[in-house]
């Protein structure tokens, strides 16, 4: 697993922010809190959280075209920040919450792979720290709505070896590449695993499970050390 | 698991087609040849196979807002036609196709679960009927294109039960929900799972891959049936 | 004229559905009810019947461009949706039906020329079941909603002759093209009439007119036999 | 019938122009050429002749939103800009024209009912001064280009009587409206009926198409008399 | 500076509305009160004058894209627009207007260089006449609303020479190229300079304002006896 | 003028990189070298050099829609994104750099006054070492490419004394507001100056004028501190 560091408190007018790096993947991940809720929540007394995904242009290694120029976000930038509220979510309780929205935003300044679960994990530390803003207010109780930790780690299989938390080149290379969301207790959250080229075993999967177990157990360990 | 049916030939105009039926689930494919590739392809010799998904605004218990006239697809169907590509390329050898692009439309007649799965599934049927019809006129073998079957499922845990394909009103219901794409050799193709409430358990997720397992090689055995 | 065939109920959802067929002219036409109306009608007692008109990708000879990936909704389109709706609305007392909306979708399965007239033909056997559908949990009064039947015919000069209900091959041969919409009782809802090469003259315009009036006819019996 | 003038040569840059007024209805076209045509006639020889219609926002009673502001034109304008491209090109020879695209832009200023009409008929006059600009410059012969003449009026039934073109208290007021797109030499080029309120009957249909070939006939005699 | 005119009352429907020229550059402005204002003025009892700015196609010497047509007001209509209705603001007391709302339209019908300083120049008049139109309905005191005029005008710096109010030939061989929107009592509202080649000097810069300050008296001279 | 730094080479894949920091505003500035020109530049042999502008949604105060989600860019992007281009192009001779193309990306992480200005001066830097990258390679001589340095800053006057780079709190004080972009040799490249609340004097503007003098000498003086 490459190194691993949260940097918080980045933003000067975010309720929560964390610049998260795996290794040379950076993204830099802004909770804000607001007052609106989705039309479906309305007097509902629940809350909502949501996410929003997006590359800079010269993230990449050739540069990308903007996305605000182009009109609209792409499949794949809807894809993963889908995955990103929803895992952000399922360790949030909507309802302790109250009729409150928070969005998370992860914006990837440098990209060598692994920049969804970057997110996730990132996200998770600018989301604590944005309920910690409003218990710091009386707003809510931390313990009530945050019920554990999330995180999320890729695998791939390279050249037949099982690898954890794939850069660029790995990515590229694998013939396999999952992405694992798991919770502090071990609770699985999300699997996606794609086969590249030719299909995988069920064995293969197994081991790509068990060494995301370890990622993603480390990852929130160094979570539970930056928000402490 | 749901009775399921392939009408074929279903289209005058297209190359292959297939009305696949899950249940109450029915998916309109079709498979179109074009002699255009994408512009990365161009000159290289290879083909392509790429997919589009729509669903007919009221295919729902409530009237879905028409796409063509929001103006653009939403996430959720760019995530859906993204897999339904990704999985048909699985099984199919670019480089013997040629610089050829076929591409499968999947239309949700009527909706009940499951549109995902059927369209995969149905749109094998759809692609092999075209890839038959280049046969015919000498085009192609279809041997060295088609490597193998792929057919998808879905499984979900319902009140701590795995449950096969599930319908719209156990998908609402379950716990957990999870796609998987297979070969008709058995090999993994891609697998979503989502904890749709409380988290999962590496046992549970076991659970739901080996009866995917068992579903997938029935959808397999029904699509030889249909095909031969 | 065409073989022509109404299959109601064919989708589980809908509140009136058919699949109208003019030959190999196929029609997915649903209506569904919405308790919403346009702003403009707000608190006047008043509903609404509006129209949506698409055509699947692989219904024509060479796949169209997906109008929900395009961005928009082509002229073509536009002009049909908005043909459909004043048709249907011909014959309906938005009064008697109070403030609520239906909506009929109608879908081009397979085209073969008529694509417009098939949609107001079945789109009224659909709408009829809708109503139908309100009779029986005694929203409305279907007698005093629906005063009439309405159906549509193309016609065109093909080689001198007058010719009704144009396939694509005779459609794209015409002269002169004209689309006719007529209640049951004989009166002229609407009539559109391009010349395609050189201009018509009156005595033509005439036979056409005088050929739609029998063929909507008949379209109006085989619309009663349907419903009764 | 209102009062019609033609003011040509109102534009310093187009090749040809004319602000057509009927009655208060005001509209400005120009005759834009340019060296390129649609992808379908490139190396064909043949060109190729469209419109563009649009309405100032403050043309009409009420200010409308900008179609450029709301990002989209709606469906009356693209419906009405295809009828006034199909209406021109029924008077041009493509092929004596060559591979070259001539773009009527129909802007109108001010609106007072029958714009579209107004539209096609001035849109002839600067079609004809461009086609001059074209012949001065030894690029074509005008007399092989150009047909016939083309115009247009509309008509209606008010309070049981037929009138001829409709100002916008009588288009609001008529129970039935049409619009007849007519050659120099009677020939009929398109006809669009509506029934606005109850549906006509052939008789009046007749009478209005009878009301309609005197005003085009009135229309290409002030063309004539314009152009000369 | 080139002749200058405004011809007011040009629209029937407008509440005012004004043709200004300044030499070949013509510009519609026409003023629309309505009663509406942006949310953030809701129940503040302020009013808002707000601009829209568009050239028809061929108002250029080449046929420029529609706006309308291709799905967006490019970069340089917005920056225009927004000037134009800061502009206009700078001389309004929007608390005196009250909570209603006027757009001045400024649609250019042909351009030659200075379109956005006509529109500012003869923008005002519309605005002025709808404010008179309002004062006949005692629906506002036009002294209090209308603090002063205000005018634009454009100068540069050819061939070494400073030159007021450029024509587009002027405009193109420019070395420097300033707009100036100022008073009737010479503060100055907006400036913009951009040095098209080489960078100016301060005192080039002082020569272009000192020629723009007689400039815009002369705009206002003219403006004042047009609304007298 | 608040602390002004710069940090070069903070993108592992850009040409150029630089974080520049105006006080409290961040601005990630990269240039991109790409091979491309726009089409109206093919085979001159000059180059371009363009820049786009955007604001992560939580830079500000509050939280701003995500442009790429509202499916276009606002008005005032395009207008800074304009200036940016237009600012860096007057100090680069477009032949000598031959025909290839360096896109300037600014995106402000944090916001609080003066973005463009920030955006203009440490987009030079990236520019600067974009071209050292290439001159390393041999493809340019920066000497030739590159003729001057250009930067920007903002000055306003608050409560009638002039101020320079004004920071948010300022800036929504600030009666008159203007900004200024200027050469290392003195050069005037860009002026834009508004007035908030009451029209401004030529006596305050020359104030501004030259309180931005100095600014951006010493703005200058920082650069090339920076980049030696």
Same mark, same amino acid.
């Given at each position: 697993m490459r190194a691993v560091s949260f940097e918080r408190g980045i933003s000067k007018h975010a309720e929560g922010s964390c610049l998260v790096k795996f290794g /040379? =993947?950076?993204?830099? !991940?802004t909770a804000s809190l607001e007052e609106k809720v989705p039309? *479906?929540?309305?007097? $509902?007394g629940? %809350? *909502?959280? $949501?996410? @929003?995904?997006?590359?800079?242009?010269?993230?990449?290694? /050739?540069?990308?075209? +903007? @996305?605000a120029a182009s009109g609209k976000q792409g499949g794949r930038t809807l894809e993963i920040q889908r995955l990103i509220g929803r895992s952000l979510r399922?360790?949030?309780d909507l309802q302790a919450l109250g009729?409150?929205?928070? $969005?998370? /935003?992860?914006?990837?300044?440098q990209a060598d792979g %692994? =920049? +969804? =679960?970057?997110?996730? =994990?990132? %996200?998770?530390?600018?989301?604590?720290? !944005?309920l910690s803003w409003m218990q710091a207010r009386q707003m809510i109780s931390i313990e009530k709505v945050l019920k554990d930790h999330v995180a999320a780690i890729s695998c791939g299989i390279c050249d037949g070896t099982p690898v954890l938390d794939l850069d660029y080149a790995e990515d590229s290379a694998a013939e396999t590449d999952a992405n694992f969301v798991m919770t502090g207790m071990g609770g699985i959250v999300e699997i996606q695993g794609t086969a590249e080229g030719a299909p995988f075993s069920e064995?293969?999967?197994?081991?790509l499970l068990s060494l995301a177990k370890q990622g993603v157990q480390r990852l929130v360990d160094l979570q539970k050390m930056a928000v402490s």
């Open positions: /040379d =993947t950076h993204v830099l !991940c039309g *479906w929540l309305r007097n $509902t629940k %809350g *909502w959280v $949501t996410a @929003e995904y997006g590359m800079l242009p010269r993230s990449t290694g /050739d540069r990308m075209r +903007r @996305e399922s360790v949030v009729e409150l929205q928070i $969005t998370v /935003d992860c914006d990837v300044i %692994g =920049t +969804r =679960t970057a997110a996730i =994990t990132g %996200g998770f530390v600018a989301l604590h720290d !944005c064995e293969e999967f197994s081991a």
